[in-house]
């Protein structure tokens, strides 16, 4: 989903009104750091996708493949394009070096014979040998013109192209024919590291060769294709994209007739799974238990079913399933079954689900992104780095992975790298150079930055224990010993019952926020007002009270303990605002949020909890700076030089006094980053260069804008009859040998029936 999921490179440039608040940060001792070699540890979880050599893969049929909607483009390069839209143009585009398993890019024999670096100096050269047989649909070949196009429409020196990002595009100095167009010379003006990432999607000329049919021809149609499939149709209201085979395509054959994608809303999906309109989802875990109950009582005591997937279940296992799906022990749903009669309308709606369920397979790894915790660095109490390492070392990051991990039975390392993950060449864990959760050393920062416990009381100097008596010594007494007396209790019980109409009115206060969404962690312990504790004050007992209930005149009421501990700094409490998504398929970060308020509660910080629609989450908290806490994902990539660099720049202020943050939605960053990415990317030796990302990374951990947190689970619903698709981890699909192992029976592929 899109508050969770950040496409790389994808964004529009964003102005914040404020400036960052920078400072000078205090980088830790960073030795071992930037050590060279792979972190030994780095093991990449496999992929879970059933694979199948090809012959095994029957021929024809069609697949209906959910997505979250239909793409607003099909262009890749610009603002709006999304995880749809990259699924589609797999499917459909050249992709020079798409990522392997590894997370490595490989080149592409299906589009390319070779591509190398034929020169360094003066310039650096790469020269691009075509694959021979490589075509448009339209039967034109695939060749310089399409390159040369594509270049001077992603170069950002043509305003009137809409992109979204030039990287690497910029550094081209010129492209030039070779012996003919299936020989592409590119000359870089700057050397650049990741010139394996241009160039994928490759789009025809017929599309990039004008802003009007890159701007707006690409949107809803590609007429011109050059992979296994080829686009048919696109169907907004129905909500279909569907693909058919290319004839023209020179490779491994399509094994499907048909490709469709559906859009199919998240919380939708196990209907969907359920009614048979699609055939493989991205799905939660209460959908992933649901097909692993199906798959438990799919025989009535767990055997095979009789006839077919799921023909064997009988009202009893269907009954007693789904029982234990809604919260029950074996014992209670025995006797559900014995007692409860009525249902067995209901049970029987839910032996047909359980019987469609299970002829699905839950395919799980984990996607090639990482949650973080985001810490907005551009004002307030985060502008402070020792505010926002303290935060980052009270976290029990492995109890957080855990949380969202181990119950899938997935590894639950945390990620040592914000510039890599686990399995990818060159990853290694640099998080030493913010330190191991330590919460000594966290409430030793914070009273470095001056939040003390009980900092956030006022000065209660004008009404300390003595004050009266102070007043005596100066001759104030007054005239007449039991009137004044009198007097000074009449004003006392007025201020008493000002006071508990005050905590009333801030009880309320309290409660309508909280029904607002909105509440406040921290100040609501027991004892403390806005807890509904007893209230109970020296003014409610009567003479003859418990011995020492009293305090001598004038002295301040002692503050609740809660109060106390909560830190603060000159009469200000340390409170932070963290925004979360409300929607139904973000319960994953509600549970990471929850554990991560309780972790700040237990060293005195307070958490204002905001929830907040999913729709709006990212677009007008995230990416506009509106909040102080909040998660997010960022995916993996093959060429961090380049993707990371807009992640982690220090942002710049613009002429107008705005903010120019590109991605960096944390407003945290520094110079001596930016340059390491600099020299990373003109670095042209991969062991110098991922050398230099990792002293990146070690700064960027130092910094503590963004704390990884955990990698993110990947689950597939897959029919069982499927095979080379499910959860791909690092690997881009290879669409051409996705199939069923048994044939389907022919049908209309937009209509959701196979």
Known sequence: MSHVGVPRGTARKRRSVALLATGVLTIPVLAGCTSDGEDPTSVAVPQDIAPASRDRVADGSTLNWAIDAVPSTLNAFQADADGATTRITGALLPSLFPM?????????????????????????????????????????????????????????KDSAFWTARNAGYERIEKIERGKDDLQVRVTFSKPYADWRSLFSPLYPKEVTGSPGTFNDGARTTLRNTAGPFRLRSVNKPRGTVVLDRNPRWWGDEARLDSLVFRAVEPGKRTEALTEGTVDVADIDPATANSIALAARYRGGNGGPPAHGPGAGITPAAALRSWALAHGSDEEAAETAQAAREETREAVAVYAAEQKALSGFAVRKSLEPSYTQLALNGESGPLSDDRVRRAIARTLDRQELADAVLKPLGLPAKPPGSHLALAGQPGYKDGSGALGEQDTKEAQALLADAGWTPGGALRSTRDTKAGSEAEKKDEGEKPAAGEKAAAGDKDEKDEKAGKKDEKAEDTEKDDKASREEGEYTVGDDKPGSRSSGGSGVTAQDKQPGGAAGAYAPAGTAAPAPAAVKSRLGKDGKPLSLRFVLPSGPGSQSLRTVGEKIVAMLDSIGISTQVTKVADDSYFK????????????????????????????????????????????????????????????????????ASRDLLKQADARIWAAAGSIPLYQRPQLVAVDKKLANIGAFGFAAPRYQDIGFTARQAAGPPANGKK
């Open 100 to 156: 392997d398993a590894k997370g490595e890019p490989r080149l592409n024999p299906d589009y390319l014979e070779s591509a190398k670096v034929i020169e360094r100096e003066p310039k650096q050269v790469v020269l691009y040998k075509l694959n021979q047989q490589a075509v448009w649909s339209d039967g034109r070949e695939i060749g310089a013109p399409d390159f040369v196009a594509q270049w001077r429409a992603l170069s950002g």
């Open 620 to 687: 007008d908290h995230i990416a506009s700076g509106d909040y102080d806490l909040a998660l997010y994902s960022w995916p993996a990539t093959a060429y961090p030089a380049t993707d990371g660099r807009p992640i982690f720049a220090k942002p710049e202020p613009a002429t107008d006094g705005s903010l120019l943050v590109a991605q960096n939605y944390t407003r945290v960053g520094s110079d001596h980053i930016d340059q390491l990415f600099d020299r990373a990317v003109a670095e042209l030796d991969a062991d």
